[in-house]
């Protein structure tokens, strides 16, 4: 196998959100598709809207329960499962209790909690028009998640919630993937008068919306930087290596919210500079110099960020900005396991 599999510029941070918006708007027509558990239906609809959702994918079972079981399901589970949402899902879920229960869904960057709340079981979504969705909450729902948004129980659950995923972005950006059960089981641990062990279903929720993931082999939740484009190398650089349980410093936690490390910042600061002017319009020193320091953690070389840049440049190279770029490739921190022509 070889690296030349999928070329560097197709593993761009730009190409690889792309890609995700393509994927999520495929999801949502899909989605279109289903009926609401709530109201009538016919058991087909019932089926259909089960098959979408976290039930389905956490009972690993295709055949639904009755729509009335799946209701109360779906009521008696907001109470715990609202606190751990995504703050995207909280959003979209203020703004259709404002606006009536109804509202369009234009911004590729709620596509992901939009499908979200659909597989909660909670929304419905029918598509106005390409890259438009009309994201639906059922009336009797409404009301109870307003509620429940009010309390301070709410709010502080919340707050627990917005430092895990802080953390969480952070040792992303410091090790490029990390194992979702990790992290649980060191919540549970510190949390035990926080969340409940039958919370464990909602926090995978909460990741797999908030995160991108795959599943291993051994059916554990991965989750991955959004700029890892090719993670199974990366995991598999690290095969047989103690990596569940890193050990960063408080100042690299902190670096790593930032996505900035120390050591690395000279060198992203030098090469932005050169830059400045020197790309197409279309193009931002500060967007490119960050797409090419996340190749540089994946392996990319010289020539390979050369050849990158090529494409973006709007005057020729001069020696400033090459060296420039060598000394980005030189300095950033590559993600653990992958080290200068690793995958060369």
């Known amino acids: 196998m070889t690296r030349k599999a999928v070329?560097?510029?197709?593993?761009?941070?730009?190409?690889?959100?792309?890609?995700?918006?393509?994927?999520?708007?495929?999801?949502?027509?899909?989605?279109c598709d289903r009926g609401s558990i709530f109201g009538r239906g016919s058991a087909r609809t019932w089926q259909e809207a089960y098959e979408g959702s976290y039930l389905a994918l956490e009972n690993q079972n295709p055949e639904g329960p009755g729509a009335e079981a799946l209701r109360r399901a779906v009521k008696n589970s907001l109470s715990k499962e609202l606190p751990l949402i995504s703050i995207r899902e909280e959003m979209l879920l203020q703004r259709l209790i404002i606006f009536g229960g109804s509202f369009p869904v234009i911004d590729p960057d709620e596509y992901p909690a939009a499908l979200s709340l659909v597989r909660r079981l909670w929304c419905t979504v029918r598509q106005v028009n390409q890259g438009t969705f009309m994201i639906s909450l059922h009336?009797?729902?409404?009301?109870?998640?307003?509620?429940?948004?009010?309390?301070?129980?709410?709010?502080?659950?919340?707050?627990?919630?917005?430092?895990?995923?802080?953390?969480?972005?952070?040792?992303?950006?410091?090790?490029?993937?990390?194992?979702?059960?990790?992290?649980?089981?060191?919540?549970?641990?510190?949390?035990?008068?926080?969340?409940?062990?039958?919370?464990?279903?909602?926090?995978?929720?909460?990741l797999m919306v908030e995160f991108d993931y795959l599943w291993n082999g051994q059916r554990e939740l991965v989750l991955l930087h959004p700029g890892?484009?090719?993670?199974?190398?990366?995991?598999?650089?690290?095969?047989?290596?103690?990596?569940?349980?890193?050990?960063?410093?408080?100042?690299?936690?902190?670096?790593?919210?930032?996505?900035m490390l120390q050591e690395e910042r000279p060198a992203v600061d030098a090469l932005r500079a050169e830059l400045e002017g020197a790309l197409q319009p279309e193009y931002s020193a500060e967007d490119t110099v960050n797409e090419l320091k996340l190749l540089v953690k994946q392996g990319a070389g010289f020539e390979d960020l050369?050849?990158?840049?090529?494409?973006?440049?709007?005057?020729?190279?001069?020696?400033?900005?090459?060296?420039?770029?060598?000394?980005?490739e030189a300095e950033t921190v590559r993600w653990a396991g992958v080290s200068h022509g690793v995958l060369n």
């Open 139 to 206: 009336e009797s729902l409404g009301g109870r998640i307003a509620s429940i948004m009010q309390t301070p129980e709410y709010h502080e659950r919340r707050q627990n919630l917005f430092t895990l995923s802080a953390t969480l972005h952070s040792l992303l950006y410091l090790s490029g993937f990390y194992f979702a059960q990790t992290m649980i089981g060191q919540l549970m641990r510190e949390h035990q008068d926080v969340f409940s062990e039958k919370e464990k279903l909602y926090l995978m929720r909460f």
């Open 7 to 31: 070329p560097w510029r197709e593993r761009t941070l730009s190409v690889l959100d792309a890609q995700r918006d393509e994927s999520c708007i495929r999801q949502l027509t899909q989605a």
């Open 228 to 259: 890892l484009c090719c993670p199974e190398e990366v995991i598999s650089a690290m095969s047989g290596l103690s990596f569940q349980e890193p050990h960063f410093t408080h100042q690299m936690i902190l670096d790593g919210m930032r996505e």
């Open 306 to 328: 050369r050849a990158i840049l090529a494409d973006q440049m709007a005057t020729a190279f001069h020696p400033g900005i090459l060296a420039a770029l060598r000394r980005l």
